[in-house]
């Protein structure tokens, strides 16, 4: 016959759990226990809970009800909330509430209530169990104020992006005699910084310098990229002999400050207009920039030829396209960047470069003020589909055409 194999801890752990005295387990369970009368007169309570309350039993049992271990606001919940529904649906699931003391602490608890029933139905006593819930207090608490912490840097962060914009950005379009100029720049993410950038200024005498480009990227070295575009081809409009030697300029200044891992470049457009009898003659260059439209005032729409130019700052000498167009008394020309044709429909598809011509063809003749207006409320329309920043900037004469006087 074989020795009877001995027994291995395991064995011994499951046999103390058999053993395990019942009172003792109620008694120092790790929660708390009380079973009460239904006025909620306390009528058993376990150590456990005794200890957290710093109390004794002699004091609570048959002397207080469990109302009177709250807090006043947990009092006023219990009696408003807690019992009604306890008496409704003869149990109550995990209720936070907050004990006192003897000492006058505050203990957050998690409560389950059940009511317990004779045999014919009718309820005899409220059993109770008692979870601490100090720990997860503290953990919302932390979590409430990491929330608010967050919300106040969300903010700071808001206030500081719009600032920073606000410089790269013209507070108003200066106003040019004759013309009817607008913009409009949307915003796709309040957390960071665009990259577009535009502007309208004088030069001389009848003579204008506007521009509209996308720096490459997002956030605060986007910005510092964008603030050079701005200021570079504001000064080299002042002495530069064309719209293509004033882009060649910032092609320059660009590629001096070339990093491989930090690649600062963008697409443009600048033009210059002139103010000559009856229309405004305007010469665009292009360095990679999608192509303008223009907004006839007989009611059609056409890009202009600007194909084929480069991205500014990538290559020495890159190609610089450049076209001339008249204006006639009720055209716009229309500059954007490539956030509205980018932008996904409800479809899930891109918006796209004839879906754009195809509204300016509805639009036209359609004032700058107006077509800008209506682009923003597209925006608008396409909510979180605009993923982009997106920049607009219409030129318009004034005049006759198709519906205007």
């Known amino acids: 016959m074989s020795a009877a194999p001995g027994r291995g801890p395991e064995d011994r752990a ?11 387990l109620y008694e120092h369970a790790p929660c708390g226990y009380l079973s009460t009368l239904m006025d909620g007169t306390i009528a058993r309570i376990n150590t456990t809970l005794l200890e957290w309350l710093g109390r ?17 606001g947990g009092r006023l919940y219990h009696e408003t909330h807690f019992a009604p529904l306890l008496q409704m649906q003869g149990e109550v699931n995990a209720i936070a509430l907050e004990l006192r003391t003897a000492d006058g602490q505050r203990l957050p ?12 139905g009718a309820p005899l006593l409220i059993r109770t169990t008692v979870v601490a819930a100090k720990d997860r207090r503290d953990y919302e608490t932390e979590l409430l104020r990491a929330h608010r912490a967050s919300e106040v840097e969300r903010d700071r962060l808001h206030r500081l992006n719009h600032l920073l914009q606000s410089t790269l950005l013209p507070p108003a379009l200066e106003t040019v005699p004759g013309l009817d100029a607008a913009a409009h720049y949307h915003i796709a993410s309040l957390d960071e910084v665009g990259g577009d950038v535009y502007d309208l200024f004088p030069l001389a005498a009848g003579r204008w310098g ?19 575009v701005r200021y570079t081809l504001r000064s080299a409009a002042v002495y530069a002999p064309g719209p293509a030697a004033v882009l060649e300029h910032l ?23 002139v103010l000559s009898g009856g229309g405004v003659e305007i010469t665009i260059a292009s360095g990679g920039h999608p192509a303008p439209i223009l907004l006839r005032g007989n009611g059609s729409a056409a890009y202009l030829p600007t194909e084929g130019g480069q991205l500014i700052g990538v290559l020495a000498g890159a190609v610089i396209v450049t076209t001339t167009v008249t204006l006639c008394p009720g055209d716009t020309l229309l ?27 509805t639009l036209a003749p359609v004032s700058a ?13 396409l909510g979180s589909g605009v993923t982009d920043d997106t920049a607009l900037l219409a030129l318009h004469l004034p005049g006759a055409g198709r519906g205007q006087p």
């Open 335 to 361: 500059l954007y960047t490539d956030g509205l044709t980018e932008a996904r429909t409800s479809t899930g598809g891109l918006f796209g470069e004839q879906a754009l011509l195809s509204l300016a063809e």
């Open 109 to 120: 608890v998690l409560v389950t209530s059940v009511v317990r029933t004779g045999g014919d």
């Open 14 to 24: 499951a046999a103390t759990v058999l053993e395990d005295d019942a009172e003792d």
């Open 210 to 228: 506007f521009f509209l480009g996308d720096v490459c990227g997002k956030g605060a070295l986007a910005a510092t990229i964008t603030s050079r």
């Open 56 to 72: 004794t039993s002699a004091e609570l049992v048959g002397v207080r009800r469990f109302g009177d271990l709250l807090t006043v």
């Open 369 to 381: 003020t107006d077509v800008v207006a209506g682009l923003a409320d597209l925006l608008h329309t």
């Open 251 to 273: 092609n320059g200044v660009l590629l001096e400050a070339y990093n491989p891992g930090d690649p600062r470049f963008c697409t443009v457009l600048y033009g210059q207009l």
